[in-house]
């Protein structure tokens, strides 16, 4: 009876043991998986708006997440702004511009504020965790730095609604997500800026044939008020020409 108990127990352990390295296994498959996925997505879309939704929904599918959600840092880099996330509440936070202060508020905040990733492995006892009402279910949470260069441009948050939800290799493959992402972010803004520089070089060089060209000023001011329009996606713009008393600004073309 000693003997055969003893088996069964070593039978109950093995088995455990496997049990474990089988989810185990399941779990750095469905990472490399996600990875896999988000490269491909980065590298097939140029559209950042595309590709932010795209990369939380694969999150969410890969990590089984009950949200993901991506910041990204204003012009004054004062608050984070919510890009993308692929949860209802989420959608809820995009349609009313949510954002976050930096430095200030949730856990998003406290990232964007120290490019050190943060986690609450229960959020009821987390200081920086900020009550979300669209997210009432959530019990743990990560959020990651998104480091362009060596700037913070924003941060990568993944919600669960279990309690201690994020093992340590799923840290590390979140964070090569966030890594790859910020690469791609920043090689989307520099696209942009490059192109918006190419638009105002023409728009410069039209202008100076323009110049060039039209003698008559009448017609002149118009066009270079159309074409500065064009180039800078303007909704309006006006030339003032002092008058000959030089009292006023009189519009002349816009």
Do not use: W
């Amino acid at each position: 009876n000693e003997l055969r108990q003893s088996l069964e127990e070593r039978v109950n352990q093995r088995t455990a043991e496997l049990d474990t390295a089988n989810q185990f296994n399941l779990r750095r498959a469905r990472q490399f998986e996600a990875i896999s996925q988000v490269v491909k997505a980065i590298s097939s879309i140029q559209d950042l708006d595309t590709l932010m939704p795209r990369i939380t929904q694969v999150i969410s599918e890969q990590f089984n997440t009950y949200h993901t959600g991506i910041f990204l840092l204003d012009h004054e880099r004062e608050f984070a702004v919510l890009r993308a996330s692929n949860s209802m509440g989420g959608q809820k936070m995009l349609e009313r511009g949510h954002k976050l202060q930096v430095g200030q508020t949730g856990i998003v905040g406290f990232v964007t504020a120290t490019g050190r990733a943060r986690i609450a492995l229960d959020v009821g006892i987390d200081a920086a965790y900020f009550d979300n009402p669209d997210l009432p279910d959530t019990r743990s949470e990560m959020a990651l730095p998104l480091i362009g260069g060596d700037d913070v441009i924003g941060a990568l948050t993944v919600q669960s609604t279990e309690e201690a939800a994020f093992h340590d290799e799923d840290i590390a493959a979140l964070q090569t997500m966030a890594d790859q992402l910020a690469i791609a972010i920043q090689n989307s803004n520099m696209h942009r800026q490059a192109e918006r520089r190419s638009r105002l070089l023409k728009a410069a060089n039209r202008v100076g044939k323009e110049v060039t060209s039209i003698l008559n000023l009448e017609e002149l001011l118009p066009h270079t008020v159309n074409i500065i329009c064009e180039a800078y996606g303007l909704y309006y713009a006006g030339v003032f020409l002092v008058d000959a008393a030089g009292e006023y600004a009189v519009l002349r073309a816009g």
